[in-house]
């Protein structure tokens, strides 16, 4: 059985054992899931011992005052990616639709039979509140849109229901990647490695450049696969831990700028397949203003 490797980072996130639960309880085939959680805790937070003996679940545990942010910890788990042909990229605050494992493979195989030569499933999924669970979640796939930028960088993303959606048949072309939800080929954790030094603001939009230059094809679901938590009460933002963040994201931010420039010549940087000028072709969009 082709296997899926699931990557969570998760940060003081009181979420994570739930999100865990209702990721086996909803696959259809729990059994093909290789499962890694970069957990970034202080002392007195835990994960209940019924949850940590899921099978196939691994733990890489980290005091939260070590962590040097989200991509630094996503970059420790396609590190330990072990060849398994499909890769899965979520947050630790998500619920899931029953059978979610096999919607998504259907997807990204049906695009494959299609022609298209690397699909990449992702999007901003709809949102559940914890407190409300299980009602109150929204059914409706969205498509993602630009909202701001800072220092002349877009940095931040928005998204809105996808037009029509009831009458799609299959996944719909993205412009964005969404950090909450990735699934493609397990080759992405080699071909697209996440740079440690990018903060937080606008790692999607400069990892979704990258894997665009590399040769993959963004798509939107057009179904519901799951749903985000997008209210912070349950989980502590890394920046509230770590004071010297200013100093991180302002680094982050003159990194971007240079991968932007063309001048980040590494692991880190530009694909070789398309130029980062197709991509702003595709998008419609400057990533970044002209200085």
């Not at 788990?77 to 890769?87: C, D, I």
């Not at 037009?163 to 964005?176: I, K, M, N, Q």
Request: contains cysteine; glycine residues 6%.
């Amino acid at each position: 059985m082709d296997r899926i490797y699931v990557q969570i980072p998760a940060y003081r996130d009181e979420e994570l054992a739930s999100t865990l639960r209702d990721l086996y309880a909803k696959a259809a085939e729990p059994q093909r899931l290789r499962v890694r959680v970069v957990w970034q805790h202080a002392a007195d937070e835990t994960v209940p011992p019924a949850v940590r003996r899921l099978p196939g679940l691994e733990f890489d545990l980290v005091p939260y005052a070590q962590s040097r942010g989200c991509n630094w910890a996503r970059q420790r788990l396609q590190k330990a990616w072990r060849g398994e042909p499909y890769t899965l990229l979520l947050d630790s605050h998500h619920r899931f639709v029953r059978g979610w494992d096999v919607k998504l493979l259907g997807l990204y195989e049906a695009l494959r039979q299609s022609g298209v030569e690397k699909p990449l499933i992702t999007g901003y999924l709809p949102p559940y509140v914890p407190e409300r669970e299980p009602g109150g979640r929204r059914k409706r796939p969205y498509k993602i849109y630009p909202l701001s930028r800072e220092a002349g960088l877009l940095t931040k993303l928005t998204s809105y229901p996808i037009h029509r959606w009831t009458s799609l048949e299959g996944p719909v072309p993205a412009d964005f990647l969404s950090l909450h939800l990735v699934f493609t080929q397990g080759a992405f954790n080699r071909e697209v490695p996440f740079d440690p030094n990018i903060y937080f603001f606008g790692d999607e939009v400069v990892t979704g450049a990258r894997a665009f230059t590399c040769g993959y094809d963004l798509y939107h679901p057009h179904v519901v696969i799951g749903w985000h938590c997008y209210d912070r009460r349950t989980r502590v933002p890394h920046w509230n831990d770590h004071p010297t963040w200013h100093r991180q994201h302002r680094r982050s931010l003159e990194r971007m700028r240079r991968l932007l420039l063309g001048r980040g010549r590494n692991r880190y940087g530009l694909g070789r397949q398309r130029t980062l000028a197709q991509y702003e072709d595709h998008i419609l969009l400057r990533l970044m203003d002209p200085s």
